[in-house]
């Protein structure tokens, strides 16, 4: 392949027509979403917190779920179908024989607020417009989740409501303004604005926060302030997440095809399960169904927060104030919290269920990386691509080129394929700590985990009580 | 055109194979670049400041100059083809009948430093490194520049050091490491690496700079430090500079042909010259051929730094400190100091020699425009298109909303095309300080001017010296 044809682009006839739901393919399926005596959410129960049409994706067992004609246009002016690009610059670094190793990386980059998380975004604020909703209230880490959401909301005309974890509030204001110019409305986390808030925020009121505390603030929000107007809006981890996510493989496979590629290891970033879950679900398909039984599909996790590589699966709670519902999944327990990593997107304690099933049943498998090396090879990439990837997509990054080197030591073949979730503009004093010296590296004992699974608050069933 | 369309993508194979010289056609033609003794410089001279293959492109007569192979591919890699969009969000936001008046923009915004400079920042490195140089230096404002040289260099494996004004190497770190991860030593302007530096920062080591003072430095260094391996690089001005952004609209023009459309109108937003050059040249063409003689092609000035509009045409040189050569071209005075818009990239005293000629023929026109109402019209794009655009290119977006507004009030029909230079995640204080109700707007006294503009430091030949 030369330099000329190494972005392959999709003609905007060929975008999926279809989101494709991987559940009916599971051996183990996930369970569903629990109240904390152990019963089942009610249909009427999840439909106060989330949009009725989203609730209705997350229970579906149909292998395909079309997409709404606005949304594909909506896709088209939020940049999609997004290129997938040979990293000819990566492999000429890594010194690999071209015919031999092969890395494919695709660009969810290029969206209009930088990441992958418009996919869904724009999906669950036009369900929400259908419903007659007025507005969705969210949390964000890291922001590009805040931004994508309030991006949807400001094409439907919804209002948008987002809970940001302090910490992140004031180190990436960029972001901040990114959702203050589509019209969201932001509100450093924890804040005096909720019940569940105020624990925290009245004993300090610059307390940095965290996801799970986010989440909590914006779910009791939601179902609090006027309920039969707004819903509560999740940028990962749901069935339905993961659902919207799957145009971004389905591109990739034809894009994969057009080069007369496929595969022998596939690897996304590992946060709550969405770029990750987008990416590999076709092809977790083809694996299942004994098409490709060999495909190696990675799980790239940060070794300051590995719920799929060091977590247990068991029923959690999706955030810290147990305001949420209870899912089956690998988790480090609801109370963990993660040190300040810079890939914020990752510090979340749990693990997508239909993740966790695949986890569970070896489908997939997962590796954790400290933070220097990760962002180490995220600067790499930027000389070698020309691209500054955010820190989550380093760790993708990171992973693929741990593969690549092994495969040039064995002198294997190989076709390597990752996800490129995010840039990092806004999160570029993650590099500039590398670069001055001062970036850490985090250790996570295994007594820390087994400490917060061993808390009382966390939920003791392990069926769900279908009396 | 429905939003499934409202993207057109170039195939590669279209992508232009040389780069459009307009100087043949030029009815005024620019007058050679002038040492202060008024002399036109000779060619070693010259050679001794720019690469060789620059300079020749510099005074080339050729209407078509070829883009090596080796820069197509780099084009490629830099995400060329951008593609055009045609504005359906921006359309509706302003109540316009598509049928009647239509908004179309290159998107410069999708290269990997995030704005168009990197086309001729490639170039520059590319002939750099087949003349044997070491490395270049060159000096930055807000960073776009600077970003797309230290990428060019990156790619080709020259050294590259940027003096970048101390004010913009302070409010915009994001574009410091940036430069840093390409590997470029980035020094803040004025600085005591220089004797023209040293003049600025004995007296204060906190000055916050000029893009006049940090041409004066870069120059010097290229000039004195390794004159045998080193080379000066600029990013604007210049007609091989020119030259090479001619790619932006050659692509601009097929694109809209397959839209099936030719604008009524052109704008780009005008610093140097160089996006609005690359963008407008081929179209002022076909107006100064005859074939479109009714073409309005408008220059996008901030009012704070209108040197088209309120400049005067004459020989002056291109830096404060004057160490660069001298040119004839619209000017405000080298002596000039902007007021600190965010639009940093538009903050220059004087106007391409090309874009001079253009302008004194009645080719193009200019206007000028305030921040206040620029940066509102960059928040309103953000809303009805989800990009966030750069401040320099707010000025055209500025300018196309008024055109179209103007046109839909006289119910006239026009096809409106303008240039998206860039995006402004690294510039997101211009938009911060709007919605907080900080931002100032600038005016500019003509006694500003007149004074600047009689100072004796300004050149007082009006032809070269042939002698």
Chains 1, 2 share one sequence.
Not at 28 to 35: G, R
Not at 67 to 87: G, H, S
Not at 404 to 411: D, I, L, P, R, T
Request: with cysteine; aromatic share 8%; proline share 7%.
């Amino acid at each position: 392949m030369d330099a000329l044809h190494s972005q392959i682009f999709l003609p905007v006839e060929k975008m999926p027509k279809n989101w494709l739901n991987i559940v009916p393919s599971l051996k183990t399926k996930p369970m569903p979403l629990c109240l904390p005596n152990g019963k089942p959410a009610p249909f009427e129960v999840a439909c106060a917190v989330f949009p009725k049409d989203l609730v209705l994706q997350e229970y579906s067992q149909d292998p395909l779920i079309e997409i709404p004609d606005f949304l594909r246009e909506r896709y088209v002016l939020a940049n999609r179908p997004t290129p997938l690009k040979r990293a000819l610059g990566l492999e000429k670094a890594l010194g690999l024989d071209g015919d031999k190793i092969k890395i494919y990386y695709k660009r969810e980059d290029v969206s209009p607020t930088g990441s992958h998380k418009g996919n869904t975004a724009t999906a669950q604020a036009y369900y929400a417009k259908k419903q007659g909703l007025k507005g969705l209230v969210t949390e964000t880490g890291a922001g590009q989740w805040g931004a994508a959401l309030a991006y949807g909301c400001n094409i439907v005309g919804l209002d948008c409501t987002v809970y940001q974890a302090r910490i992140s509030y004031q180190q990436k204001p960029g972001r901040v303004v990114l959702m203050n110019s589509y019209g969201a409305k932001v509100i450093p986390s924890p804040s005096n604005q909720t019940e569940v808030g105020k624990i925290y925020y009245n004993k300090d009121n610059n307390h940095p926060g965290s996801l799970g505390i986010a989440i909590s603030e914006a779910v009791e929000h939601a179902l609090t302030r006027d309920p039969a107007n707004y819903r509560y809006s999740l940028g990962s981890v749901l069935n339905f997440v993961l659902l919207h996510q799957t145009v971004i493989r389905q591109e990739a496979k034809i894009q994969m095809e057009m080069a007369g590629d496929y595969p022998d290891v596939v690897i996304g970033c590992f946060g709550g399960g969405s770029n990750f879950g987008g990416f590999i679900i076709p092809f977790a398909k083809d694996k299942i169904e004994g098409k490709k039984p060999n495909l190696d599909i990675i799980a790239a996790e940060p070794s300051a927060c590995p719920k799929l590589s060091r977590g247990v699966f068991r029923f959690d709670y999706g955030d810290s104030g147990e305001k949420a519902p209870i899912a089956k999944m690998y988790t480090l327990g609801h109370n963990f919290m993660p040190k300040p990593i810079h890939a914020g997107g990752l510090r979340y304690h749990g693990a997508a269920p239909i993740t966790s099933c695949l986890k569970y049943d070896n489908v997939i498998r997962s590796e954790e990386f400290k933070q220097i090396p990760v962002i180490q090879s995220g600067l790499l990439f930027a000389k070698a691509e020309g691209l500054l990837p955010a820190p989550e997509s380093a760790h993708a990054i990171h992973c693929a080129i741990e593969v690549a080197k092994k495969a040039k030591e064995n002198n294997e073949r190989k076709v390597i394929a990752f996800n490129l979730s995010g840039h990092g503009f806004f999160d570029y004093v993650a590099y500039q700590m590398l670069i001055d010296g001062k970036l850490e590296n985090y250790e996570l004992p295994q007594s820390e985990i087994d400490k917060n699974l061993a808390d009382p608050s966390m939920p003791q069933f392990t069926e769900p009580d279908m009396s």
